[in-house]
């Protein structure tokens, strides 16, 4: 037997107890695993893996202040501030704060400095109104965040005290939660059932509405699997969990989507049940396949970015994606076969009368008002999605701090009583390396430069200076008013790196490094924004290569590359208008804040460009289709738009659906994230598919399917299938 698409219909067709046997194994030893290896293998932490600024202070700290395991293990990394709403830190007495510092030991520090011990004479605020404890919680310190914070909540309740910890593990932790929370809101509570809903509308009947939104949940949970899998071998980012829920409900369930409708399509037209099934492997079950390649080629681009998170995402995506796609090669005709007809069981009135396959009257008007006026109707959508990109030059890049985190979590909490008590002060320094002669006059001269003109920066403290034994580092150590990631701490260190050093260090044998959170988000910010053109090529570029394999023509793939163009770049503007102008944000109830996350942009282009690839592979293979039963273009782009309208229309919908559960999170980073994707699919659903697409194709005509005769040694994939095909017209060549 071949290996096809086809092919593989039937067999699993023909076997349906034992296809469904296989999968439901899979997806037992699936949950097996997943319980067993998948919360080991995440992490909250992300990180550049190509070498930065920042990196190289870090090693060069390590290397020259070498730090014993014991020495790991007590040092600070959390601060928990006690402020007194009447009187002072001496009212309350040492007798007291020795014993709340006692209850933190208790449960889980492993040291704990307070204002009264050695080193803690700045613990206490100038009024004494409050006191700070610098807390240890060890080197693996996540578990014992939950009793220390439980402590300082005892402490908290009191009368007439104010007590809060904010530190790095605490806001590991308050992120990881909320982004937990964000998940069961968004997507358990709201993506689902909203995805359920518009399937059980597209299809207009119980039954073949709820087998989609199944196939798609198991391969969400073999997707988790295979991630806990390959966690064995390098750590993975916690919200690739998310990602795999969000795009495991969203291909999951437009891959379904697809091939169920022309199952039904076909049997509407007499087709028996097996050859019903065959035919749609054979059309619908290809067109997936490509979708999926393509919705991979362009995840893939995301795993070259040297970003833990970056590839994290990627790696879930792509994982589950792929999933998908077996699942609905395979699982599907053999479900379909146990149902037969019973898929059209219990109708939903008025959308059960809708024949399946049947083209769109509303979408069927719009394409002929379309179609009669091409030049007109393609300028004016063009203008329109311009207009929207516009704000995109305002765009500003950086990372949702603390200060975004609701107020009801403890770090923001303490970050704000720490910021309110001890102003100037931070749990997140910037550190400035020094690798050198300490004991050179000019070293000695260029720091004591570089320190006076530090303490002239409003956003930085007073540095402190440390020298390594061998005499060869300095290290100075400067506090960060406020979140260490807002745009004027970010605007601090890129002035320090590129202004004060090179200034203070002119003609100075030394090399100087800036490293600290701060320092470490702004060369994250940079090398997402190096390898946002390097991943548009290569997207880009794949996927011409693919498309112009699928479609045997080199400008489907142009013109598809341009038309998604135009969504990312629409998407890209009013993300920017919403988000940093404020445009409309508190109708949705997002955030006003004044970067878009590094990160979001170019996660945005991979899954927007692989998703409206579904939608555009699945139309053009119906279009091509028709073309090569008739030759007609116009017929054929007219056809292919009416009957794909309603499913493109629903399938985007439930993207939609998906990825503003996302949206309606308290994370910004998924606001944007969520309402990003919404946006384009929804723009690349309608404007694109409905206005752009026959315009373009009516005024190409048989262009369309041009392909230069050097090309003509590519195979002929067939990804429209290879049903009842006839001779089309030749297509125009070059000297045509």
Not at 673 to 690: E, K, N, Q, Y
Not at 695 to 721: C, K
């Amino acid at each position: 037997m071949r290996l096809s698409t086809d092919s593989l219909a039937r067999a699993c067709a023909l076997h349906p107890w034992r296809t469904v046997g296989i999968w439901l194994a899979v997806v037992v030893l699936s949950m097996g695993i997943t319980a067993v290896l998948l919360g080991d293998v995440l992490t909250s932490e992300g990180e550049v893996t190509s070498a930065t600024d920042s990196r190289r202070g870090y090693d060069l700290l390590a290397e020259r202040f070498p730090t014993s395991a014991e020495e790991l293990e007590r040092e600070p990394s959390e601060v928990v501030v006690v402020s007194v709403e009447d009187g002072t830190v001496d009212d309350l007495g040492r007798q007291r704060l020795d014993a709340f510092a006692e209850e933190l030991r208790q449960a889980g520090a492993t040291a704990v400095i307070g204002p009264f011990d050695e080193g803690g004479e700045e613990l206490v605020s100038r009024d004494r109104s409050a006191a700070a404890f610098r807390v240890a919680l060890g080197v693996d310190g996540e578990e014992n965040v939950a009793p220390v914070v439980d402590a300082v909540e005892r402490l908290d309740a009191e009368p007439g005290l104010d007590a809060a910890l904010t530190g790095e593990l605490a806001l590991e932790e308050d992120f990881g939660r909320l982004s937990e929370e964000d998940l069961q809101e968004g997507e358990l509570f709201f993506g689902a059932p909203a995805a359920l809903i518009v399937l059980l509308l597209v299809f207009g009947t119980v039954v073949a509405g709820v087998v989609p939104l199944v196939l798609a949940v198991l391969a969400i949970v073999v997707a988790l699997a295979l991630t806990a899998l390959v966690g064995q071998v390098f750590e993975l980012s916690i919200f690739v969990t998310n990602m795999i829920f969000g795009m495991g409900l969203a291909l999951g369930i437009d891959y379904s989507l697809f091939i169920l409708s022309r199952f039904r399509e076909e049997r509407a037209e007499g087709r028996e049940k097996l050859d019903a099934i065959v035919t749609a492997g054979a059309t619908a079950s290809r067109a997936v396949l490509f979708s999926g390649a393509a919705f991979v080629l362009a995840m893939t681009g995301l795993e070259l970015v040297p970003n833990t998170i970056m590839r994290s995402l990627a790696t879930g995506a792509i994982l589950v994606g792929i999933v998908s796609v077996v699942a609905a090669l395979t699982l599907l005709p053999a479900v379909l076969s146990l149902l037969g007809d019973r898929l059209n069981s219990l109708r939903i009135p008025f959308f059960g009368r809708a024949a399946a396959g049947a083209e769109s009257r509303f979408w069927g008007r719009i394409v002929t008002v379309v179609m009669r006026h091409p030049a007109a109707s393609l300028t004016a959508a063009v203008a329109l999605l311009v207009a929207a990109a516009v704000p995109v030059l305002a765009l500003e890049t950086g990372t949702a701090g603390i200060s975004t985190l609701p107020d009801r979590f403890e770090s923001k909490q303490g970050f704000e009583l720490l910021n309110r008590e001890f102003p100037g002060q931070t749990t997140d320094p910037v550190q400035i390396v020094v690798e050198g002669d300490a004991s050179s006059p000019d070293v000695r001269a260029a720091v004591d430069r570089l320190k006076e003109e530090v303490v002239q920066r409003p956003i930085l403290g007073e540095p402190e200076e440390e020298t390594s034994s061998g005499g060869d580092l300095v290290a100075l150590t400067v506090p960060v008013a406020g979140d260490a990631v807002s745009p004027e701490a970010v605007a601090a260190v890129r002035d320090l790196r590129a202004e004060t050093i090179p200034a203070a260090f002119a003609g100075v044998d030394a090399e100087v490094f800036v490293t600290g959170d701060t320092a470490e988000d702004v060369d994250y910010y940079d090398v997402m924004n190096a390898w946002l053109p390097i991943v548009f090529a290569f997207v880009l570029g794949l996927s011409f290569v693919l498309l112009t394999v699928a479609f045997r023509s080199i400008v489907v793939p142009a013109t598809a590359i341009a038309m998604n163009l135009l969504s990312v770049g629409a998407a890209y503007g009013l993300l920017v208008l919403v988000f940093i102008k404020g445009v409309g944000n508190e109708l949705f109830g997002f955030q006003q804040v004044e970067i878009v996350e590094a990160w979001v942009p170019l996660f945005l282009f991979a899954v927007l460009f692989g998703l409206s690839m579904d939608y555009q592979v699945f139309l053009l293979s119906r279009i091509r289709e028709r073309y090569t039963q008739t030759g007609s273009s116009d017929e054929a782009v007219s056809f292919g738009v009416g009957s794909t309208a309603r499913l493109i229309t629903g399938a985007a919908l439930i993207i939609i659906a998906v990825f503003a559960g996302f949206a309606r999170g308290d994370l910004v980073m998924f606001q944007q994230m969520g309402f990003g994707v919404a946006v384009a699919l929804f723009i690349d659903a309608t404007i694109i598919r409905s206005v752009v697409v026959p315009a373009t194709m009516t005024l190409l005509g048989r262009w369309n399917w041009y392909l230069p005769s050097w090309l003509g040694w590519l195979p002929d994939v067939h990804v429209e299938g290879h049903e009842e095909e006839i001779e089309p017209s030749p297509a125009p060549t070059a000297g045509s």
